[in-house]
């Protein structure tokens, strides 16, 4: 729902200057500046904006998420894991090599190059 929560942002800032037409904040060179200093922008809030562009289907977004009594069920755990590693390996030379995990079992395989891959690179 964060997402949806933007329009409200946007429509509470909308008075505030340095917005585009879709109310999104400009940013400004003075920004940079320490916050201690006076500046010669500031308004005061009105009691009353008009709103943002996108408040309208942001509203609507959220009605759809909780227009039931309950709110929707999420698996937020996993009913089963999986391990990935990065396991050992020798690409050096004329060797090769690879190895992985499978449950409890390691599994692996080595060896050396036949002849007619002699001569090519490791990255072969």
């Keep these: 729902m964060t997402p949806f929560l933007k329009g409200f942002h946007l ?9 585009t037409a879709d109310m999104w904040k400009i940013r400004h060179p003075l920004e940079d ?12 809030p009105p009691g009353w904006v008009p709103p943002g562009p996108r408040l309208v289907d942001d509203l ?9 009594d ?7 755990r996993p ?19 690879s190895a992985f995990v499978d449950d409890s079992s390691i599994w692996f395989c ?10 090519a690179s490791s990255n072969f």
């Design 60 to 68: 609507r977004a959220l009605q759809l998420m909780f227009q039931e």
């Design 110 to 119: 080595f060896g050396v190059w036949g002849a007619d891959a002699e001569d």
């Design 70 to 76: 309950l709110p929707t069920v999420r698996l937020l």
């Design 79 to 97: 009913t089963r894991m999986g391990i990935s590693t990065y396991g050992i390996g020798d690409a050096s030379g004329a060797g090769y090599g």
């Design 33 to 44: 500046l320490d916050w201690d200093q006076p500046r010669d922008h500031q308004v005061s």
């Design 11 to 19: 429509t509470l800032n909308r008075w505030r200057p340095g917005r």
